[in-house]
């Protein structure tokens, strides 16, 4: 995939080539999405914590399809736009 960077992006990846020692753009910015990544995976985590720290959760028992079904169901019915299938 070719991306064609501009104004203060091109300059930020070309300043973090020489401050960095990155071989190239690409190495940049996939260490920026991986950051990203990484930052995004622990908000969520904390965001969990959080919840369980509050009690803000809902314990589930049973059959783990069932409650996956109604998991599903109800995401469905409240994002009808927006459902993937994965939650």
């Given at each position: 995939?070719d991306i064609?960077?501009?104004?203060n ?16 753009p ?6 920026a ?6 930052q995004?995976i622990?908000?969520s ?9 509050t009690?803000n ?9 069932k409650v ?5 169901k109800k995401?469905?019915?409240n994002?009808r736009?927006?459902?993937n299938?994965?939650?």
């Amino acid at each position: 995939m070719d991306i064609t960077l501009h104004g203060n992006v091109a300059k930020i990846v070309q300043e973090q080539m020489i401050k960095g020692g990155y071989q190239s753009p690409d190495d940049v910015v996939y260490e920026a999405i991986e950051l990203l990544i990484k930052q995004k995976i622990n908000n969520s985590i904390q965001r969990g914590l959080n919840d369980i720290e509050t009690r803000n959760f809902q314990t589930l028992s049973g059959n783990i399809d069932k409650v996956a079904d109604s998991i599903i169901k109800k995401h469905y019915k409240n994002d009808r736009n927006n459902f993937n299938g994965r939650g």
